[in-house]
């Protein structure tokens, strides 16, 4: 149908207004703004699956917001870098389901309809990114999508919660002003502020500005990202925040640096930049880096939210690597891996969620013998770390084979041998919390005595865990629809 | 003679990112929240000023219509993109108080080192034991 | 050779999983659990019984089910060395689970146990049957998964211990796999086991040699070749009946086989016997036979010396591949199934000796024989059958391998066989001396022992096992007999027409 491009901003509007509503109809009341967040969350995924569909059909395309064009107005675009705003709406809807019992201690009762509130404003911030043809438009949803995620994670009501926020939130600020400060030097290049005609006109262009703004971009973006070395922010985020909160921060805010790395290289990919190769060696490298020491500090952490905050790190570590190997395989293995980590990691961090607000307990040795007492939320978390480590056939393994694969096509083995070192971790640390579950009996009275979750929130988790292996058997599938995407990004294939 | 006139004719390239940097030096370094956001804000108006000037134009009029004006003028995008800037730098400085309001309440002091000494605080960051309860 | 589309490689798997899941559910009650544990173990073996015939007239049946990664299906393919493999693990896997159930009476944690005991026997299989590389290390490492849980049964530190060491070594030859396999990939862009070799000698030697070290050594962890062999021993903690599927039927053999398919399936003889790799092997491998027989030999307790003597008779089949030879290929097939008999018919006399006296060292075994003649009985078949003795299944193994190392101009691997033979006699004829010709140690008491009382649940697997050691020597060539479908193997590696003499 010829109107389906008018459906490309309800992605965006639909949950902000959802959110901007919410305190207004619901103050103070509990639980309705939770069912109508979900509400909300569910028909933006419902139009996603629509836009999704009509994508695969015909392809990209576009839609200029208020009839001008893009010239002078702002451009949508739905490519295959916006379809991430399905999975993004789904695992919102979930966190949300979860939230319902979860917020009720961790949240002040009067700021629920607050909290329900951000999160779909997030949830806007973020699909609207997902979308944007144009930079500026670009900066502004990624605005919206980082303060309400510094709000988030203030929300708890630990002491260490604000500091913990304002942390993120200068840290935050400081990389969207360098993305700022680049979009401002790319329209001073070239007097455009859509991305598709930015990059044809930045061609090649080897100038210090231009050098200066993809350097900013690219920092900026990675800081959003959690590359190494400036991954610091996360962390601290983690701990501190509501677990939902986590799950939407590790799974989504982190893949929106990555879904704007892309989009820099978009910018700045056509032809031979100068500026670009060194650029794409440095992403190796941190990547490589950031993996390998992500997954070992996951493994000494004994904070279970500390142990899947630097498990995402390492993660992004390998989308990284992916990125700056510039293979197709490496590129399609690294974009397919942001989306199953996204539900492999929301499932853990809603898992470790519930065992949290069960025992009160975050401590992997106090969380002993937790498997006999919630056994679907204990099932889902075992599984999804089996999942995470990368055995096939399940979600975590296909990015990292067409990486690994990627590197030796670029002629790069050492990628390959870091990949495997970092899954063995990664599957360390993930039988550790096996054993701990299963093999060990409960070393705290709070665990002995506890029992299962509320259905709100183990269901969520299985249902993710399920969808781990779900992915992983539909990876080839993944790998030929982000195909397209890959080679408008890179431009020819190597 | 080359090398000076580049760096002239890039002079706002320049002034930007020397008060970016000061703004972004005070915002690492500095130990008081509040200073931190100051050097927030720093940054913040040296990447408007950039941005309002790429729109300059030489003997340019302000673009608006009215008697008296004529063109060429200096191009209105960079002053609708700044003007959502600062909306959105507002939003975020309030916010960066309210928390620094909040800290002060909970855990006494808007000094990191102070904060850091002070018995109250449970800083989770790195690979603390931490056993206390993520709900009070 | 023909290839037939048939469901029954998918169903022989499914079929186990699905009675596992069943195992899962009925949690307490031990009647349906028993039920369902041996409805895995029999559906399995009937469907992989079934495909027997069809498989020596030379059909191959494959059943494929899309792709996991562009350009590489997830599918299954039995043929002949596949089947094989397959018909030792089903069979074995009755009378392990009717065993386990008489062994595993009172203990904790049931459901768990058989659960998982029933996934192992799905991966075991879906391992044999596997069409490509992918598939076979997507089994390979749920197997690892599978079996995690059945060391760690007892839960105690030891456990732990074993545990840990048994995933540091397992997950890193799966890393070595997984490795060699992106690198195979990358350079023949397929992973098909169905070819005698998908590799050429154009691909370059820095490639070629990368490919074998990682396979081998990935692979190699599991068959417990040294120095790769450590968790063998330290899992001798878990419960017997796991200590018997561990090391005589999924596990181990999936290693074996693994390196089976590498040299056969991946490299091929003709680029093998090129490229000289082959040698370092059976080298290693005939090291590790006398070296860990060496070991054996040094062990009290009769579990620990039942381990080093399964690495010593792994490192066999590694020998027997690594020489390249028809004959010798025929041996290392064929030993899969007489080490696997042997192997755990004394494992389950081990377990039944144990639940029946309490022994668990060797000097402790004095009277044994009085006490449990029967048990004692298949223990000596199945060392007769490793010291080489005709009549019995180690002897075939022995006699092609002998011929095949002769034909492969390596006459010191005779030697080998002889020298391992004398230590094989030298570690188990004391023990069965001690059972049956020294009287029982007393402790002050009435001097006749008793009888011991272990369950016939336990006695009939032991004796159907050593029975079979007895078949398999002395009927070898008898058609029907898995020895025909080990030849039928060997031919497809070889690309032989006309029988191996």
Same mark, same amino acid.
């Given at each position: 149908?010829?109107?389906?491009?008018?459906?490309?901003?309800?992605?965006?509007?639909?949950?902000?207004?959802?959110?901007?509503?919410?305190?207004?109809?619901?103050?103070?009341?509990?639980?309705?703004?939770?069912?109508?967040?979900?509400?909300?969350?569910?028909?933006?995924?419902?139009?996603?699956?629509?836009?999704?569909?009509?994508?695969?059909?015909?392809?990209?395309?576009?839609?200029?917001?208020?009839?001008?064009?893009?010239?002078?107005?702002?451009?949508?675009?739905?490519?295959?870098?916006?379809?991430?705003?399905?999975?993004?709406?789904?695992?919102?809807?979930?966190?949300?389901?979860?939230?319902?019992?979860?917020?009720?201690?961790?949240?002040?009762?009067?700021?629920?309809?607050?909290?329900?509130?951000?999160?779909?404003?997030?949830?806007?911030?973020?699909?609207?990114?997902?979308?944007?043809?144009?930079?500026?438009?670009?900066?502004?949803?990624?605005?919206?999508?980082?303060?309400?995620?510094?709000?988030?994670?203030?929300?708890?009501?630990?002491?260490?919660?604000?500091?913990?926020?304002?942390?993120?939130?200068?840290?935050?600020?400081?990389?969207?002003?360098?993305?700022?400060?680049?979009?401002?030097?790319?329209?001073?290049?070239?007097?455009?502020?859509?991305?598709?005609?930015?990059?044809?006109?930045?061609?090649?262009?080897?100038?210090?500005?231009?050098?200066?703004?993809?350097?900013?971009?690219?920092?900026?973006?990675?800081?959003?990202?959690?590359?190494?070395?400036?991954?610091?922010?996360?962390?601290?985020?983690?701990?501190?925040?509501?677990?939902?909160?986590?799950?939407?921060?590790?799974?989504?805010?982190?893949?929106?640096?990555?879904?704007?790395?892309?989009?820099?290289?978009?910018?700045?990919?056509?032809?031979?930049?100068?500026?670009?190769?060194?650029?794409?060696?440095?992403?190796?490298?941190?990547?490589?880096?950031?993996?390998?020491?992500?997954?070992?500090?996951?493994?000494?952490?004994?904070?279970?939210?500390?142990?899947?905050?630097?498990?995402?790190?390492?993660?992004?570590?390998?989308?990284?690597?992916?990125?700056?190997?510039?293979?197709?395989?490496?590129?399609?293995?690294?974009?397919?891996?942001?989306?199953?980590?996204?539900?492999?990691?929301?499932?853990?961090?809603?898992?470790?969620?519930?065992?949290?607000?069960?025992?009160?307990?975050?401590?992997?040795?106090?969380?002993?013998?937790?498997?006999?007492?919630?056994?679907?939320?204990?099932?889902?978390?075992?599984?999804?770390?089996?999942?995470?480590?990368?055995?096939?056939?399940?979600?975590?393994?296909?990015?990292?084979?067409?990486?690994?694969?990627?590197?030796?096509?670029?002629?790069?083995?050492?990628?390959?041998?870091?990949?495997?070192?970092?899954?063995?971790?990664?599957?360390?640390?993930?039988?550790?919390?096996?054993?701990?579950?299963?093999?060990?009996?409960?070393?705290?009275?709070?665990?002995?005595?506890?029992?299962?979750?509320?259905?709100?929130?183990?269901?969520?988790?299985?249902?993710?865990?399920?969808?781990?292996?779900?992915?992983?058997?539909?990876?080839?599938?993944?790998?030929?629809?982000?195909?397209?995407?890959?080679?408008?990004?890179?431009?020819?294939?190597? | 003679?080359?090398?000076?006139?580049?760096?002239?004719?890039?002079?706002?390239? #320049? /002034? +930007?990112?020397? =008060?970016?940097?000061?703004? $972004?030096?005070? @915002?690492?370094?500095?130990?008081? &929240?509040?200073?931190? %956001?100051?050097?927030?804000?720093?940054?913040?108006?040296?990447?408007?000023?950039?941005?309002?000037?790429?729109?300059?134009?030489?003997?340019?009029?302000?673009? #608006? /219509? +009215?008697?008296? =004006?004529?063109?060429?003028? $200096?191009?209105? @995008?960079?002053?609708?993109?700044? &003007?959502?800037?600062? %909306?959105?730098?507002?939003?975020?400085?309030?916010?960066?108080?309210?928390?620094?309001?909040?800290?002060?309440?909970?855990?006494?002091?808007?000094?990191?080192?102070?904060? +850091?000494?002070?018995?109250?605080?449970?800083?989770?960051?790195?690979?603390?034991?931490?056993?206390?309860?993520?709900?009070? | 050779?023909?290839?037939?589309?048939?469901?029954?490689?998918?169903?022989?798997?499914?079929?186990?999983?699905?009675?596992?899941?069943?195992?899962?559910?009925?949690?307490?009650?031990?009647?349906?659990?028993?039920?369902?544990?041996?409805?895995?173990?029999?559906?399995?073996?009937?469907?992989?019984?079934?495909?027997?015939?069809?498989?020596?007239?030379?059909?191959?049946?494959?059943?494929?089910?899309?792709?996991?990664?562009?350009?590489?299906?997830?599918?299954?393919?039995?043929?002949?060395?596949?089947?094989?493999?397959?018909?030792?693990?089903?069979?074995?896997?009755?009378?392990?689970?009717?065993?386990?159930?008489?062994?595993?009476?009172?203990?904790?944690?049931?459901?768990?146990?058989?659960?998982?005991?029933?996934?192992?026997?799905?991966?075991?299989?879906?391992?044999?049957?596997?069409?490509?590389?992918?598939?076979?290390?997507?089994?390979?490492?749920?197997?690892?998964?599978?079996?995690?849980?059945?060391?760690?049964?007892?839960?105690?530190?030891?456990?732990?211990?074993?545990?840990?060491?048994?995933?540091?070594?397992?997950?890193?030859?799966?890393?070595?796999?997984?490795?060699?396999?992106?690198?195979?990939?990358?350079?023949?862009?397929?992973?098909?086991?169905?070819?005698?070799?998908?590799?050429?000698?154009?691909?370059?030697?820095?490639?070629?040699?990368?490919?074998?070290?990682?396979?081998?050594?990935?692979?190699?962890?599991?068959?417990?070749?040294?120095?790769?062999?450590?968790?063998?021993?330290?899992?001798?903690?878990?419960?017997?009946?796991?200590?018997?599927?561990?090391?005589?039927?999924?596990?181990?053999?999936?290693?074996?086989?693994?390196?089976?398919?590498?040299?056969?399936?991946?490299?091929?003889?003709?680029?093998?016997?090129?490229?000289?790799?082959?040698?370092?092997?059976?080298?290693?491998?005939?090291?590790?036979?006398?070296?860990?027989?060496?070991?054996?030999?040094?062990?009290?307790?009769?579990?620990?010396?039942?381990?080093?003597?399964?690495?010593?008779?792994?490192?066999?089949?590694?020998?027997?591949?690594?020489?390249?030879?028809?004959?010798?290929?025929?041996?290392?097939?064929?030993?899969?199934?007489?080490?696997?008999?042997?192997?755990?018919?004394?494992?389950?006399?081990?377990?039944?000796?144990?639940?029946?006296?309490?022994?668990?060292?060797?000097?402790?075994?004095?009277?044994?024989?009085?006490?449990?003649?029967?048990?004692?009985?298949?223990?000596?078949?199945?060392?007769?059958?490793?010291?080489?003795?005709?009549?019995?299944?180690?002897?075939?193994?022995?006699?092609?391998?002998?011929?095949?190392?002769?034909?492969?101009?390596?006459?010191?691997?005779?030697?080998?066989?002889?020298?391992?033979?004398?230590?094989?006699?030298?570690?188990?004829?004391?023990?069965?001396?001690?059972?049956?010709?020294?009287?029982?140690?007393?402790?002050?008491?009435?001097?006749?022992?008793?009888?011991?009382?272990?369950?016939?649940?336990?006695?009939?697997?032991?004796?159907?096992?050593?029975?079979?050691?007895?078949?398999?020597?002395?009927?070898?060539?008898?058609?029907?007999?898995?020895?025909?479908?080990?030849?039928?193997?060997?031919?497809?590696?070889?690309?032989?027409?006309?029988?191996?003499?």
């Amino acid at each position: 149908m010829s109107e389906w491009p008018h459906w490309l901003p309800l992605l965006a509007v639909l949950p902000l207004l959802g959110g901007v509503l919410t305190p207004l109809l619901f103050r103070r009341r509990p639980v309705i703004p939770c069912f109508w967040a979900v509400a909300v969350a569910l028909v933006t995924a419902a139009v996603a699956v629509m836009l999704l569909l009509r994508l695969i059909d015909s392809g990209d395309f576009s839609y200029a917001v208020g009839g001008w064009l893009p010239q002078y107005g702002i451009e949508l675009r739905f490519d295959q870098i916006g379809a991430f705003a399905l999975p993004a709406s789904l695992l919102v809807m979930l966190a949300l389901v979860f939230s319902r019992h979860y917020v009720a201690r961790t949240v002040d009762p009067e700021k629920i309809s607050y909290y329900y509130a951000l999160v779909l404003i997030n949830l806007g911030g973020l699909n609207g990114f997902l979308v944007t043809g144009d930079l500026f438009n670009l900066f502004v949803f990624m605005e919206i999508f980082s303060v309400s995620a510094y709000a988030l994670v203030a929300m708890a009501r630990q002491p260490i919660a604000a500091l913990a926020a304002l942390k993120y939130l200068l840290l935050g600020a400081l990389s969207s002003l360098l993305v700022l400060f680049s979009v401002g030097v790319v329209f001073a290049m070239t007097g455009t502020l859509n991305i598709e005609d930015a990059a044809v006109l930045l061609e090649g262009s080897s100038s210090m500005p231009a050098g200066l703004a993809l350097a900013g971009l690219a920092t900026g973006f990675a800081v959003k990202a959690a590359l190494f070395p400036v991954h610091f922010w996360l962390p601290d985020a983690h701990a501190a925040a509501p677990a939902p909160v986590s799950a939407i921060l590790s799974a989504l805010v982190v893949k929106a640096g990555v879904a704007g790395l892309l989009r820099t290289l978009e910018l700045f990919g056509g032809g031979e930049s100068l500026y670009l190769q060194p650029l794409l060696s440095l992403m190796l490298w941190l990547g490589a880096l950031g993996t390998l020491g992500g997954a070992l500090m996951a493994l000494v952490q004994r904070d279970i939210k500390l142990m899947l905050a630097y498990s995402t790190i390492a993660n992004i570590g390998y989308i990284f690597i992916g990125l700056g190997l510039a293979t197709t395989s490496a590129v399609g293995g690294a974009m397919v891996h942001a989306v199953n980590h996204a539900v492999m990691k929301s499932a853990l961090f809603l898992a470790a969620g519930a065992m949290i607000h069960q025992t009160g307990l975050r401590n992997i040795d106090d969380l002993r013998g937790l498997g006999r007492r919630m056994p679907a939320t204990a099932f889902g978390m075992a599984f999804t770390l089996v999942a995470l480590s990368g055995v096939p056939p399940m979600a975590g393994f296909v990015g990292k084979w067409q990486i690994a694969l990627g590197a030796l096509e670029a002629g790069q083995p050492l990628p390959v041998a870091v990949l495997v070192l970092a899954g063995l971790v990664v599957l360390a640390f993930g039988v550790r919390m096996i054993n701990a579950l299963y093999f060990r009996p409960p070393a705290r009275v709070s665990t002995v005595s506890s029992v299962e979750a509320p259905v709100s929130m183990w269901l969520p988790v299985l249902i993710l865990a399920v969808a781990s292996l779900a992915l992983g058997l539909a990876g080839s599938s993944m790998l030929e629809f982000v195909a397209p995407a890959v080679q408008a990004i890179y431009g020819t294939p190597p | 003679m080359t090398v000076v006139s580049s760096l002239a004719s890039h002079i706002d390239y #320049l /002034v +930007a990112v020397s =008060l970016f940097l000061t703004g $972004a030096w005070i @915002l690492l370094t500095s130990g008081n &929240l509040v200073k931190k %956001v100051i050097g927030l804000n720093i940054m913040e108006t040296s990447v408007f000023a950039f941005i309002v000037t790429t729109g300059m134009v030489d003997e340019g009029a302000p673009p #608006l /219509v +009215a008697a008296g =004006l004529q063109g060429p003028f $200096a191009s209105p @995008l960079p002053h609708a993109l700044v &003007l959502t800037g600062i %909306v959105v730098a507002v939003s975020v400085t309030s916010l960066a108080l309210v928390l620094i309001l909040r800290i002060k309440a909970e855990l006494g002091s808007v000094e990191l080192d102070e904060i +850091a000494l002070a018995p109250k605080a449970d800083d989770s960051a790195g690979q603390s034991n931490q056993r206390g309860s993520a709900d009070e | 050779m023909p290839e037939l589309v048939d469901i029954r490689p998918l169903l022989a798997v499914l079929a186990s999983l699905l009675c596992a899941g069943a195992v899962f559910t009925v949690r307490q009650s031990a009647r349906w659990r028993a039920f369902w544990s041996l409805a895995a173990a029999g559906i399995k073996f009937a469907l992989v019984w079934s495909m027997l015939p069809g498989a020596l007239a030379g059909r191959v049946y494959v059943y494929q089910f899309g792709e996991l990664l562009p350009g590489v299906a997830f599918g299954f393919r039995v043929d002949a060395l596949g089947l094989f493999f397959a018909l030792v693990s089903s069979t074995l896997w009755i009378v392990t689970t009717v065993y386990a159930l008489a062994y595993m009476r009172g203990s904790h944690s049931l459901p768990r146990f058989f659960g998982f005991f029933a996934l192992c026997i799905s991966t075991t299989v879906g391992i044999a049957f596997a069409e490509n590389l992918l598939t076979l290390f997507v089994f390979y490492e749920l197997l690892t998964v599978c079996t995690y849980p059945l060391i760690m049964h007892n839960e105690d530190l030891a456990a732990r211990r074993a545990g840990r060491k048994y995933l540091i070594y397992t997950l890193s030859g799966g890393g070595l796999i997984l490795a060699g396999m992106i690198v195979l990939y990358f350079t023949t862009g397929t992973l098909s086991l169905a070819e005698t070799g998908i590799l050429e000698e154009a691909i370059g030697r820095s490639w070629l040699l990368a490919i074998f070290l990682l396979l081998i050594a990935g692979f190699g962890v599991k068959a417990a070749l040294m120095p790769l062999h450590a968790w063998l021993p330290a899992a001798m903690v878990a419960p017997t009946p796991v200590s018997a599927l561990l090391h005589a039927v999924a596990v181990v053999k999936a290693g074996v086989f693994g390196i089976l398919r590498t040299i056969y399936n991946v490299f091929g003889i003709d680029l093998l016997r090129d490229l000289g790799y082959a040698d370092w092997l059976a080298v290693l491998a005939g090291t590790v036979i006398v070296i860990a027989s060496v070991n054996a030999l040094r062990q009290k307790h009769i579990k620990a010396r039942l381990a080093w003597s399964t690495i010593s008779q792994l490192s066999y089949i590694v020998l027997a591949a690594a020489l390249l030879t028809p004959l010798a290929a025929l041996a290392a097939i064929i030993h899969i199934a007489n080490q696997a008999f042997s192997k755990i018919t004394m494992f389950f006399v081990a377990g039944a000796i144990e639940r029946g006296t309490g022994k668990k060292r060797v000097d402790e075994l004095a009277g044994v024989g009085r006490q449990m003649p029967w048990t004692m009985a298949a223990f000596t078949v199945a060392s007769l059958s490793f010291m080489g003795v005709p009549l019995f299944a180690g002897f075939v193994t022995k006699w092609y391998l002998s011929l095949g190392a002769l034909q492969a101009g390596e006459g010191i691997y005779v030697g080998v066989m002889v020298i391992s033979g004398l230590l094989n006699a030298s570690y188990w004829l004391p023990m069965i001396y001690l059972a049956f010709f020294r009287p029982p140690q007393t402790h002050g008491q009435d001097a006749s022992p008793k009888p011991a009382r272990v369950s016939p649940m336990m006695v009939v697997p032991i004796l159907i096992c050593a029975a079979y050691v007895i078949l398999l020597g002395a009927g070898a060539s008898a058609p029907a007999m898995p020895f025909s479908l080990a030849e039928a193997a060997v031919r497809f590696a070889f690309e032989l027409k006309v029988p191996l003499e």
